[in-house]
């Protein structure tokens, strides 16, 4: 009797635990303040413009870090909304310049900021550290690629918070930098490179640029630190992504979907930082490449040897179907030389994806969806007998 009374508190102790658990993960991101900070922002020579196969340097519907950076973060933002969170960006458009910008071109507007409208279009560094400041969010995120020189086969992905590797300077970065690269570098339809022996690639800004702690300069707000976004004292990191120079991941950049991706798993990454609930949808991203067929383009200079070699499929028509072949949604590749496609918030099951491309043999592929999950493919289609 007495045996049976302790096991029913504590059962019911138990029971308690995991709704208040179920409760608290529940409440996750609800209330939470994430503050999303776009990379760049005008049309400029600084808001690396970059030629691709179709687009000259400069083209605002070619690459610009500007417009990948936006994609990415309005993904992030929405779905960081939709979990219940608050959220606030630095800037929702493209096409925005600091006031005076003398490499102002004639499609950038001047940056602007109240707290009437409440929805800035800022880009100037320091003032989005002000706002930041001002604001004092959970969580900071700055998105954007990086550089190395033109063509270069270099693609890896760092993260930096404020201060030095192991001696964060806003409390709570490094944790929040360390589980974001987890979600962040799940993402096998690039191609990654080098790995420097004893490098770390989620580390502090003043460790990474090699500054020493005593000539770091402070800001006007009076915070240290070398990336200018970064000085304020919300916790938080800029990331990149991956390599804009590499000629391949800077085509994949020219797809929103692709980068939709990106802010996908961001979201998931912040998400999972504040034990959120979890998905009950998930999501399919593949490429469609040719099987027979290299790409040889002095503006698509790949890794020797990775899949990046194989020739992408434009405007191939990509079908989810259900599991007995009915179609379901259609998309169409890009005509980027990507071959990229992608199935936002599928429900979970079995289906079979259906490439068909002019030229190329039907190409169908058995795949399962789960829950909070991206399922990638790489496909490559045979061209019919000619
Ligand atoms: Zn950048």
Redesign the pocket.
């Known amino acids: 009797m007495m045996m049976n009374k302790i096991r029913r508190v504590g059962a019911i102790a138990a029971l308690m635990l995991a709704m208040a658990l179920s409760l608290a993960a529940r409440d996750g991101l609800k209330g939470k303040h994430i503050y999303v900070n776009p ?2 922002g005008g049309w400029t020579i600084n808001d ?1 413009p970059l030629a691709t196969i179709n687009h000259a340097a400069g083209d605002t519907t070619g690459f610009f ?1 500007t417009s990948a ?1 936006l994609w990415k973060s309005l993904e992030l933002a929405q779905r960081l909304r939709d979990a219940g969170a608050k959220v606030t960006m630095s800037r929702t458009k493209n096409g925005y310049v600091a006031d005076g910008d003398p490499k102002r071109t004639p499609n950038d507007r001047t940056e602007t900021y109240s707290d009437a409208d409440g929805q800035p279009q800022l880009v100037t560094l320091a003032k989005i550290a002000e706002h930041v400041e001002k604001l004092k969010p959970d969580y900071f995120i700055s998105l ?4 190395a020189t033109e063509g270069k086969l270099t693609n890896y992905q760092c993260i930096f918070y404020r201060g030095e590797y192991g001696a964060e300077y806003s409390k709570g970065s490094q944790a929040r930098a360390e589980l974001a690269t987890v979600y962040l570098h799940d993402n096998p339809l690039t191609v990654w490179t080098d790995t420097i022996a004893g490098k770390h690639y989620v580390t502090g800004d003043l460790t990474w640029y090699g500054v020493k702690p005593e000539k770091a300069k402070a800001s006007a707000l009076g915070y240290k630190g070398y990336l200018a976004v970064l000085k304020h004292s919300a916790p938080g990191f800029l990331v ?1 992504s991956s390599f804009h120079t590499y000629h391949p991941e800077r085509h994949r950049l020219l797809n929103r979907d692709y980068c939709r991706l990106e802010g996908l798993r961001c979201y998931r990454a912040i998400r999972d930082y504040f034990s959120g609930e979890k998905d009950k949808l998930g999501h399919i991203a593949g490429l469609v490449k040719s099987a027979t067929d290299t790409i040889d383009n002095k503006l698509f200079k790949f890794v020797p040897g990775s899949f990046d070699r194989w020739l992408p499929i434009n405007g191939a028509t990509v079908t989810l179907c259900d599991r007995h072949g009915k179609a379901r949604v259609v998309k169409h590749t890009d005509d980027e030389y990507n071959g990229f496609f992608a199935f936002f918030d599928v429900k979970p099951g079995r289906y079979i994806i259906r490439i068909e491309a002019p030229g190329y043999k039907t190409l169908e592929h058995e795949v399962t969806v789960k829950a909070d999950e991206i399922t990638y493919m790489k496909m490559q289609v045979r061209p019919k007998k000619r």
Do not use: D, I, Q, Y
Request: aromatic share 0%; proline share 0%; charged share 30%.
């Open positions: 990379g760049h690396r870090e950076s954007h690629s990086n550089a990149e």
